[in-house]
């Protein structure tokens, strides 16, 4: 019989040990039988028969015992009855098991739930074919915004040729904003959010269409067939999943377009490309419609086999100054750098830090928690000390003891896996569905097999860590010792005490990094809530406007001369609603999407480098004011500004301070581009970008002189936004009946967006540095706690023979002080040296801040005190005759 057989033999015969000891009872009944008649028929007795029988067969239980070991596996049948053991001490127990593993379902859920965030924006492939030779062309400017991450169609179109890197070079339209574009023909228009492709763009991610097919190059092209493919989320929310809608045309800006497919529900375009917005269909990028745009196309491509990255950026580096604007854009200088990025790493790169941090934090309350078990697994050792010396000196190995305990600590720990699954599952459910958490992926968040093998070994880590300590404390005890040392009245051995006291001084430590991390980044927070963004965003809200009502002239864009009276008629008319204070109209908002050109002083020569790509907005009089971004010089815009008027521009205090240093820049003229501008105002700095970054330059332009790429209203008001919406809509309505059905958003939207990232690091780290707090009180409780129960005779002797109420008191919390003072000190020595480790994700707030220190010592010293003072009181409050009568 080869090895494996035996093996399976062996396997089966563990699940049927029940029939296979019936019959090897049958067998050895049999055997004594058949000696006994044997023995009888040699003329013995009945009784003596039986006796010798007995004598020649040996000892049957050693019999069945020696059967079992031989047919089993003894290993196996161990760990059952271990399990089988453990589970009914731990019934018997319920208390200790319920607290054991709600501890453990806290800890393990927080982990489970990092780990989720981490393994899909950090450690899981991106959703594409061949997701490693993926690569995004851009600036390394950061102040430059979106235009300096992108390229005209002109570069694109150069690049994509004449590059000998990559197998594919696609792109998107880079300023497409929400609810660019608006469905109509069923029911109300509706408003939806659509971004122009270039011809390729699914084929390099590898995206094949749920139902229908991709962009074919007709379409791609001027002039050609109108054609949309859908998101999965839209069509299903819109078109309730219906499949017959691919191939029939739709309304989309009022212009007939055929549904060429449905995208399938694992793309999700925000979710990695523009964490926070959602994006719900998809058009043909025509590179002819959009080649003297400037720069407009956000570049990617896939590289070929065997090309590294630093290759393709090689020749990116000698290619890309080569690449010009289209000669028809006057001064256009052109000389573009190219920077590769591999697009996991530009995706999720800039949050490694944050999220390593993340982890650590979460790993700290898995420590916590597994020194809050062993704690209280020691506690409940000691009251089994007896039953385990005995079995000690019954003949069991300390080995034997030790994984006896190991079992209880896996039993205990499975619960808690179990539990924290449970609670890991709700929480991600819920992240996943928060599309205003900038985070890229987040979308994506599920419980895989990665994440329940990340399960599997936190569960048996912690077991190990929780249930080695009180097992080889066990395995040690002696029966003498245990008989001595345990019982009530009794008092604890001075070695188990300083174990536990040593684990409380650790569970100490490990809450002092954690609420010293979670503090200083709750400063950073708070610092950059502090943060003077430039504009007031409180009582503000906007609300997209569309103005398709406006007649088009020839060309097909709207006349200055009626979109000055359209965009007039309706501020003028929103500020007539009750509870509205004014009213003004951007194309543009802070902290949304973004898009920059250039400004130079007329006349000025500059150097290479010494001019920064300009924030542009085109705006309407009255939306400065109405958006709060104050007016240090100057005049704002009025609507005298017509088209055939002096051109005028206004200027923030950084456009200002670099191209008329030391003067005043009222009447100057600018250049923009090809066309001369006079400088009419100077407006404070915004932070268009976040509120960690510095401004940049930043101009406005007016309405009646520019033509904007959209609008968006913007509303001062004290009322509630939802009490000010129907107000809006009807008078939108009244002037544009196909006004898409839009809620006001308040303005503190973007500004939460934009900081949602940092927000939801710091609330979890504030979330475990609370979870830490609360299992290291627990544990300093729990430890004076059961000392005072331990010392219940000792501290009514101490009474019967004139200790005070306040002296036992006070001896009880000055214990509990001296364990939380040796843990703080521990504690802050090791904040202050793993605190530089965060030191780039702080923001206003340095590593070593006293504020937050102090504040940590404060909170862990009033928390200890109160974790002793309930002990103490229950101590002073013994009786000491009855302490006495139990001596």
Not at 288 to 305: E, Q
Not at 584 to 609: C, F, M, Q, T
Not at 676 to 687: F, H, L, Y
Request: glycine letters at 10%; one cysteine or more.
């Amino acid at each position: 019989m080869g090895s494996f057989s035996r093996l399976f033999q062996r396997m089966g015969a563990v699940f049927q040990r029940r029939s296979l000891d019936q019959s090897l009872e049958a067998e050895i009944a049999s055997h004594l039988e058949f000696a006994i008649e044997e023995n009888l028929a040699k003329g013995m007795s009945p009784g003596e028969a039986r006796r010798q029988a007995m004598l020649r067969f040996g000892g049957v239980e050693r019999a069945k015992e020696e059967q079992r070991v031989e047919r089993g596996l003894p290993q196996i049948e161990i760990l059952a009855q271990d399990l089988r053991y453990s589970l009914r001490t731990l019934v018997r127990d319920r208390g200790f098991t319920v607290i054991a593993v709600l501890i453990l379902g806290l800890g393990i859920a927080a982990n489970i739930v990092v780990f989720s965030v981490v393994n899909t924006i950090l450690l899981r492939p991106l959703p594409f074919t061949a997701p490693e030779q993926l690569v995004r062309v851009g600036s390394v400017d950061p102040k430059g915004g979106m235009s300096s991450a992108t390229y005209s169609a002109d570069a694109f179109d150069q690049f994509q040729h004449q590059n000998r890197s990559f197998q594919e070079v696609t792109g998107y339209f880079g300023f497409s904003g929400s609810d660019n574009f608006k469905l109509t023909g069923y029911g109300e228009p509706v408003p939806l959010s659509g971004l122009p492709v270039v011809e390729n763009f699914f084929h390099m991610f590898g995206v094949q269409p749920l139902y229908g097919r991709l962009f074919t190059a007709e379409e791609c092209r001027k002039n050609g067939p109108a054609a949309v493919l859908l998101s999965y989320s839209f069509w299903k929310r819109q078109f309730s999943s219906n499949r017959s809608i691919v191939g029939s045309a739709i309304s989309l800006n009022g212009v007939p377009v055929t549904v060429v497919g449905v995208l399938p529900e694992t793309f999700d375009f925000g979710s990695v490309f523009a964490p926070g917005t959602k994006i719900d269909a998809f058009v043909p990028s025509v590179l002819d419609d959009i080649r003297d745009d400037g720069n407009t196309i956000a570049i990617f491509g896939r590289l070929k086999p065997g090309v590294t990255l630093a290759e393709a950026q090689s020749e990116a580096d000698v290619l890309f100054p080569k690449l010009y604007f289209r000669l028809t854009v006057a001064n256009s200088s052109g000389g573009y750098t190219g920077t590769l990025t591999g697009l996991k790493e530009f995706v999720s790169g800039k949050l490694r830090r944050s999220l390593v941090v993340l982890w650590s934090a979460v790993g700290l309350i898995l420590l916590i928690v597994c020194v809050n078990l062993s704690n209280l697994l020691l506690a409940r050792a000691a009251t089994r000390s007896k039953e385990f010396a005995l079995r000690k000196a019954l003949g069991a190995g300390a080995g034997r003891l030790v994984r006896q305990t190991l079992t209880e600590s896996l039993v205990l720990s499975s619960g808690g896996a179990l539990l924290g699954l449970v609670l890991a599952w709700a929480m991600i459910t819920w992240l996943a569905h928060q599309g205003s958490i900038a985070l890229p992926l987040l979308s994506s968040l599920r419980i895989d097999g990665s994440v329940l093998g990340w399960t599997l070994g936190i569960t048996l880590l912690s077991a190990v860590l929780f249930g080695l300590l009180p097992g080889l404390r066990i395995s040690g005890t002696s029966l003498m010792e245990a008989l001595n040392s345990t019982g009530r009245g009794g008092s604890e051995a001075r070695g188990q005490d300083r174990l536990r006291s040593m684990l409380v001084v650790s569970e100490i430590s490990l809450a002092c990094v954690l609420l010293v991390g979670a503090g200083l980044l709750l400063r950073s927070f708070l610092h950059i809530l502090d943060v003077d963004m430039g504009f007031r965003a409180d009582s503000a809200a906007t609300i997209k406007l569309d103005f398709d009502a406006i007649r088009l002239d020839s060309a097909g864009n709207t006349s200055p001369a009626d979109r000055t009276a359209f965009f007039r008629d309706v501020i003028g008319r929103v500020q007539q609603i009750p509870g509205v204070e004014m009213a003004g109209v951007s194309d543009n908002l802070p902290l949304d999407r973004n898009r920059s050109w250039g400004i130079r002083a007329k006349g000025h020569e500059y150097r290479k480098g010494e001019l920064q790509a300009t924030f542009v907005y085109i705006v309407t009089p009255g939306y400065l004011r109405t958006a709060g971004i104050r007016l240090v010089e100057g005049r704002d815009f009025t609507w005298s500004d017509t088209a055939t008027s002096e051109k005028g521009v206004i200027i923030n205090e950084t456009v200002a301070r670099k191209l008329w240093p030391g003067e005043d820049p009222i009447g100057r003229a600018a250049q923009t581009g090809s066309n001369e501008k006079v400088v009419i105002g100077v407006v404070a700095d915004v932070r268009e970008s976040s509120a960690e970054r510095e401004p940049g330059w930043q101009m406005y332009l007016p309405t009646s002189q520019e033509s904007p790429d959209g609008a968006q209203l913007v509303i001062r008001s004290k009322l509630p936004v939802a009490t000010l919406t129907p107000s809006v809509m009807a008078v939108l309505r009244s002037l544009n009946p196909a006004q898409p059905r839009v809620e006001l958003r308040p303005m503190q939207e973007l500004v939460d967006r934009a900081s949602s990232p940092r927000r939801f690091f710091v609330l979890l780290v504030a979330a475990f540095a609370g979870l830490g707090l609360l299992l290291a009180t627990l544990g300093i409780y729990g430890i004076i706690s059961y000392s005072v129960t331990r010392q219940t005779q000792e501290i009514g002797i101490r009474m019967a023979l004139g200790a005070t109420l306040g002296r036992v008191q006070l001896d009880v919390i000055s214990r509990t002080l001296r364990l939380a003072l040796i843990g703080i000190t521990v504690g802050t020595v090791a904040s202050f040296l793993t605190s530089r480790l965060i030191a780039s994700l702080l923001f206003g707030t340095s590593a070593s801040d006293p504020l937050t220190f102090a504040a940590m010592i404060v909170l862990l010293g009033v928390v200890s005190l109160l974790a002793g003072y309930v002990p103490a009181r229950r101590a002073s409050r013994i009786d000491p005759m009855q302490a006495l009568r139990n001596t």
